[in-house]
């Protein structure tokens, strides 16, 4: 299972502060809820493209005495089985879905000029799929605006509450993907259902 890593500050801060496996140790296990910490359970290494880096990453694991599953800190600037970050996507899309420019140019506005247009077309269908959904669990926690589409108001959304911030909130109470589960990824193997308190608003 994978949980957010509270990371303040840049990469190579994180890159820092991850080696101390107490800082950020669950107080208990998010599978089985036993109370006893947990003990640290090494790491494993996974590429990231951000805005100003390139590279691995370690992500610490840790091994839940009771139960024996492992629960992995996943820095909250990346996003779950997507190799580049929320900072540079969320470039990409708002430059291409709400200002209108061209891949190319949108390429550009997330610092990847030769990025591949098949890789732009992916992120925009998959946010796509997702709008309805984001703007759906973010209502609860910040301002909806009104726009022509939900594409549009999702976008606006994020911008307005920060994607990070957003991604946070998604992913560690709702275990909502930014850019939605890819089918044979969907937690449980079931669909989202939002509970009851969300659902309302």
């Given at each position: 299972?994978?949980?957010?890593?509270?990371?303040?500050?840049?990469?190579?801060?994180?890159?820092?502060?991850?080696?101390?496996?107490?800082?950020?140790?669950?107080?208990?296990?998010?599978?089985?809820?036993?109370?006893?910490?947990l003990?640290?359970?090494?790491?494993?290494?996974?590429?990231?493209?951000?805005?100003?880096?390139?590279?691995?990453?370690?992500?610490?694991?840790?091994?839940?005495?009771?139960c024996?599953?492992?629960?992995?800190?996943?820095?909250?600037?990346?996003?779950?089985?997507?190799?580049?970050?929320?900072?540079?996507?969320?470039?990409?899309?708002?430059?291409?879905?709400?200002?209108?420019?061209?891949?190319?140019?949108?390429?550009?506005?997330?610092?990847?000029?030769?990025?591949?247009?098949?890789?732009?077309?992916?992120?925009?269908?998959?946010?796509?799929?997702?709008?309805?959904?984001?703007?759906?669990?973010?209502?609860?926690?910040?301002?909806?605006?009104?726009?022509?589409?939900?594409?549009?108001?999702?976008?606006?959304?994020?911008?307005?509450?920060g994607?990070?911030?957003?991604h946070?909130?998604?992913?560690?109470?709702?275990?909502?993907?930014?850019?939605?589960?890819?089918r044979?990824?969907?937690?449980?193997?079931?669909?989202?259902?939002?509970?009851a308190?969300?659902?309302?608003?």
């Amino acid at each position: 299972m994978q949980i957010l890593h509270r990371c303040s500050g840049c990469i190579q801060q994180y890159l820092q502060e991850v080696s101390d496996p107490d800082r950020y140790r669950p107080d208990s296990c998010p599978q089985c809820q036993a109370g006893s910490p947990l003990i640290a359970h090494g790491f494993y290494c996974r590429t990231l493209v951000d805005v100003a880096f390139d590279g691995l990453i370690p992500v610490r694991r840790y091994l839940c005495r009771l139960c024996k599953r492992t629960v992995s800190l996943l820095p909250e600037f990346a996003l779950p089985y997507l190799r580049f970050g929320i900072s540079l996507i969320s470039l990409f899309l708002v430059a291409r879905l709400l200002a209108g420019r061209s891949l190319r140019e949108a390429a550009g506005a997330a610092l990847q000029p030769s990025m591949p247009y098949q890789r732009g077309q992916f992120w925009i269908r998959r946010f796509q799929k997702q709008a309805l959904a984001l703007c759906a669990a973010l209502a609860s926690v910040t301002v909806v605006v009104p726009a022509m589409d939900f594409v549009i108001r999702a976008l606006q959304m994020l911008e307005a509450m920060g994607w990070i911030r957003a991604h946070r909130f998604l992913f560690a109470n709702l275990r909502v993907h930014l850019l939605g589960w890819p089918r044979f990824l969907i937690p449980h193997g079931c669909r989202l259902s939002l509970p009851a308190t969300f659902a309302r608003s």
